[in-house]
């Protein structure tokens, strides 16, 4: 027999199973030790009720005119009639005997005492120097009948009580599991990037020392996972000062150096360190969107921040953004340096996979939706969902550090939304759009019913 893979299931069967058994060898028991002490207790009563019968019966036999004659003694009214019983002389006659009386179930005398045939038990005794005997006998079916009532009164029983004691174990066992119930619901609870401990207070000191190791477990993740992060962003601040240096030690070069070719190398590696330096930034982004604390105290208005971010990306590249900003304020909790990080890395994603000739259409809607899209071509279906993921590039040929959207989308999976990216773009046979809602004072993020990408 298999066994249900759910310890409630489990406990519930065994126990019930368990019971059952010893409920029933307890009945079996306890009818057996009955059928032994009624034996004993009828065997009693034929021999009381002999010896009862066998003074009256020689009073009434001494005292007749005839001897020899069978009397049958006469039925005041209708009864069963368990305990029939005859008497007879010496010589083997019967003289009396009760009214229901077979005399064939009745074997010749054989002494007095017990005995037992096929059918009946008997008991003999006898008066008067043997002269008189007298025999009573009971059907062994009535005591047969009598253990099968009794076996029934044990047995019934169990069609109430063994469902009723399943019901109180598969109870009895679900409360005693919901500590474990109650600490699978905060583990399912919590984000894939909460690895504080787990409370293991209330679990049962069997199952304790399992709550303590997946704490441990969080704790050496978390560790490792801190150590990661301060690795990256730590390299990517130390990286800042010597890449600025080489780069302007390579732009001086080209303005110094006269030598056609020294001084195309010298543009070739300030390409190459601009490149460098865009990657330690977005590095030190993204372990700022991993490690840092998103959710503020305090409310602010995601409105300054677009602006703000809008207007900086506007001096390198003047009249290609259209910002559409709601009238009233849009307040939120968000760290407004992670929703700058959002502005920046979308609007320059946009500008430089977005057609030249066409704005970068940049909104924000008073539910905290934040909108990105421009005009280009479709991306590719099976491109789609690839894009999101870190160092993956829209076109082999683009520039990029291919970690933008993968930040905004880390994030946005820290504040309990997501990134949705979409081509066309709604609207549209063409282009690309990337949203994200934000979590706002009216109301939690919710995320996007459709999950789409656009190039980085």
């Known amino acids: 027999m298999t066994m249900p893979r759910s310890l409630q299931m489990r406990l519930g069967v065994s126990l019930g199973i368990l019971l059952t058994l010893l409920w029933i060898a307890a009945a079996a028991t306890t009818a057996v030790m009955l059928r032994h002490e009624m034996d004993r207790i009828f065997d009693s009563s034929l021999q009381e009720a002999a010896q009862?019968?066998?003074?009256?019966?020689?009073?009434e036999i001494?005292?007749?005119?005839?001897?020899?004659?069978?009397?049958?003694?006469?039925?005041?009214?209708?009864?069963?009639?368990?305990?029939?019983?005859?008497?007879?002389?010496?010589?083997?006659?019967?003289?009396?005997?009760?009214?229901?009386?077979?005399?064939?179930?009745?074997?010749?005398?054989?002494?007095?005492?017990?005995?037992?045939t096929a059918t009946h038990r008997l008991y003999g005794e006898d008066a008067l120097q043997g002269t008189i005997r007298l025999t009573v006998a009971e059907p062994l079916a009535h005591r047969a009948t009598t253990a099968r009532d009794v076996w029934a009164g044990l047995g019934l029983p169990l069609l109430v009580f063994?469902?009723?004691?399943?019901?109180?174990?598969?109870?009895?066992?679900?409360?005693?599991?919901?500590?474990?119930?109650?600490?699978?619901?905060?583990?399912?609870?919590?984000?894939?990037?909460?690895?504080?401990?787990?409370?293991?207070?209330?679990?049962?000191?069997?199952?304790?020392?399992?709550?303590l190791a997946v704490n441990v477990l969080l704790a050496q993740l978390k560790s490792t996972f801190e150590a990661e992060r301060t690795f990256a962003a730590n390299a990517a601040h130390e990286l800042r000062t010597?890449?600025?240096?080489?780069?302007?030690?390579?732009?001086?070069i080209q303005v110094e150096t006269k030598d056609t070719g020294a001084g195309h190398r010298a543009a070739e590696i300030e390409a190459s360190l601009k490149r460098l330096a865009r990657i330690a930034e977005r590095l030190l982004q993204l372990a700022r969107a991993e490690g840092g604390r998103l959710r503020l105290d305090h409310l602010s208005d995601l409105r300054i921040t677009a602006r703000l971010v809008v207007d900086d990306i506007e001096r390198t590249a003047p009249n290609r953004i259209a910002l559409a900003l709601p009238e009233h304020p849009v307040m939120s909790d968000l760290d407004p340096d992670a929703f700058g990080i959002i502005c920046r890395n979308l609007v320059e994603n946009a500008l430089r996979h977005g057609a030249s000739d066409e704005p970068i259409e940049v909104s924000l809607g008073e539910d905290g939706t934040y909108r990105v899209a421009n005009e280009g071509p479709v991306v590719p279906t099976e491109a789609l969902g690839r894009l999101a993921r870190r160092f993956e590039r829209g076109t082999a040929g683009t520039e990029g550090s291919g970690l933008g959207l993968a930040i905004v989308a880390s994030i946005a999976d820290r504040i309990s939304s997501k990134l949705t990216l979409q081509s066309p773009r709604p609207g549209s046979s063409s282009g690309f759009e990337a949203a994200v809602i934000l979590p706002t004072a009216s109301r939690q993020p919710t995320p996007p019913r459709q999950a789409s990408a656009v190039f980085r």
Do not use: M
């Open 242 to 252: 010597p890449l600025a240096g080489a780069i302007a030690q390579a732009q001086r």
């Open 62 to 116: 001494v005292g007749r005119e005839e001897e020899g004659v069978t009397q049958h003694l006469a039925d005041l009214r209708d009864h069963d009639e368990f305990l029939t019983y005859i008497v007879r002389d010496d010589e083997g006659r019967i003289l009396l005997q009760s009214h229901e009386a077979d005399p064939a179930i009745f074997p010749e005398w054989d002494g007095p005492g017990f005995h037992t």
């Open 52 to 59: 009862r019968l066998l003074p009256l019966a020689a009073v």
């Open 162 to 211: 063994i469902p009723a004691a399943l019901l109180a174990i598969v109870l009895t066992v679900r409360s005693g599991l919901a500590p474990l119930r109650h600490y699978r619901d905060r583990l399912a609870a919590r984000s894939p990037r909460d690895l504080a401990p787990v409370a293991c207070n209330d679990l049962p000191v069997e199952v304790a020392p399992v709550g």
